[in-house]
């Protein structure tokens, strides 16, 4: 499965939709918040299936802070990451991901990219196309088929 993963749209999600109507082979989109209505337009435009959770700057939508989404082998707590102080330290969202026997994080809100590993828990922030705090605008393209998963950053 081919997984479109961004997060902190903010409003700007024209990049997203046009890589998915250029890219036939993604699968699925998953946005870490800050940009709900952003999905719900994506959706609209290409006819992708989505998990979105709600951001600090979402208002007014029904929708959680946090999923937990099982993929193939994989299981992955999404959060946007506010809550759990992702700007300073991951000990919190970490044991939240561990409480749920989640082996994936993915979260945003820091606007920057992250890929690493902590307590064998994959830690996945893809960044954002707007306001990189990073100078590195993009989101991730994450295949997974089993127990195999491959990331890889799209830059734009």
Do not use: W
Not at 25 to 39: C, K, M, P, S
Not at 129 to 151: K, V
């Amino acid at each position: 499965m081919k997984i479109l993963v961004t997060a902190d749209t903010h409003g700007n999600y024209r990049t997203i939709t046009d890589y998915i109507l250029n890219n036939e082979d993604i699968d699925l989109l998953i946005h870490a918040g800050d940009g709900v209505e952003d999905v719900k337009n994506i959706n609209y435009e290409t006819g992708i299936p989505y998990y979105v959770v709600k951001g600090n700057n979402d208002f007014f939508v029904n929708e959680s802070y946090d999923k937990i989404i099982n993929i193939e082998n994989f299981k992955i707590f999404l959060s946007h990451g506010h809550k759990y102080g992702v700007d300073f330290t991951y000990d919190k969202i970490i044991d939240k991901a561990k409480e749920n026997n989640c082996n994936i994080i993915i979260h945003g809100h820091t606007h920057v990219y992250v890929n690493k590993y902590i307590d064998q828990i994959l830690v996945l922030n893809p960044g954002t196309i707007f306001l990189p705090r990073d100078d590195n605008p993009g989101f991730l393209i994450m295949d997974i088929e089993d127990d195999d998963i491959n990331i890889e950053r799209i830059s734009v």
